[in-house]
């Protein structure tokens, strides 16, 4: 049972560079989500989906893009990295409004 | 937009003491649900403990429980018989009951468990 998957675990990029992050879920989850977590701080929320091919921005989203075409998909896009995008980024999914989180094991970028 | 705040940026304990952290949120909705989550050093997220908002029956996990205060909006996590192994952030979290997909962070606290 792998629950939620992340890939990378780690990368470097340049500044200017793009990348995709991946995340897969084989739970059957609706909800899908992409966070990031800066050191010393919290959790913010960049993109989330209820369900394949809907999505919507979350309270950071400039910078990034999230497509979901299948229910177990949600990769998260970088276009034109930027150092401020350096951060431990993860992805999580859940069943229904009053079920917790399962987080994927995070993907450490770093944009020099 | 809710809020929800962990007032203690650190903290730490002794092996087998008890410990216990805040947390505190601000919403005027009545059906919501909250959890506490720990963040050890390998970063990855767990599940500790939930709780929701119409049980008025304190959640408990083997040495971890919760103080759920209600009226005072009120969240603190109790930890007995501190464990090494309990050192970590731990961040508190809030969801509206219907209509809200988004989940609302504290910033977390760190504890340390001290041998």
């Given amino acids: 049972n792998a629950g939620v998957t992340q890939t990378p675990k780690f990368r470097i990029l340049k500044i200017g560079q793009s990348m995709t992050l991946q995340c ?3 739970m059957n989850h609706n909800y899908m989500y ?3 977590q800066d050191p010393g701080m919290g959790l913010k929320l960049i993109y989330y989906s209820v369900g394949a091919g809907i999505t919507d921005k979350g309270e950071v989203p400039n910078g ?3 497509s979901r075409s299948t229910t177990e998909d949600f990769p998260l896009r970088l276009e ?9 980024y993860f992805c999580a999914s859940r069943t229904a409004n009053n079920s917790p ?5 995070g993907t450490r970028l770093t944009v020099t | 937009a809710q809020t929800v705040t962990q007032s203690q940026p650190e903290m730490s304990v002794q092996e087998a003491e ?11 909705e009545n059906n919501y649900y909250l959890f506490w ?3 050890p050093p390998s970063r990855q997220m767990i599940l500790v403990i939930r709780q929701e908002a119409y049980k008025q029956q304190n959640a408990t996990e083997n040495r971890f429980s919760v103080n759920f205060q209600k009226a005072a909006k009120s969240f603190s996590l109790k930890i007995s018989d501190s464990q090494l192994g309990d050192t970590a952030m731990y961040f508190c979290a809030w969801v509206s009951g219907a209509g809200s997909y988004q989940l609302t962070f504290g910033k977390g606290t ?5 041998p």
């Avoid at chain 1, 989180?101 to 094991?105: I, R, W, Y």
């Avoid at chain 2, 760190?110 to 001290?114: A, F, M, Q, R």
């Fill in chain 2, 37 to 39: 989550y720990k963040q």
């Fill in chain 1, 34 to 36: 992409w966070y990031r």
């Fill in chain 2, 110 to 114: 760190k504890l340390s468990v001290i």
């Fill in chain 1, 101 to 105: 989180l399962h987080f994927g094991n």
């Fill in chain 1, 24 to 26: 897969a879920q084989d």
């Fill in chain 2, 18 to 28: 008890t410990v216990t952290l805040s947390c505190t949120y601000d919403t005027s």
């Fill in chain 1, 80 to 88: 034109l990295a930027a150092p401020s995008q350096t951060s431990v």
């Fill in chain 1, 64 to 66: 990034y893009n999230v």
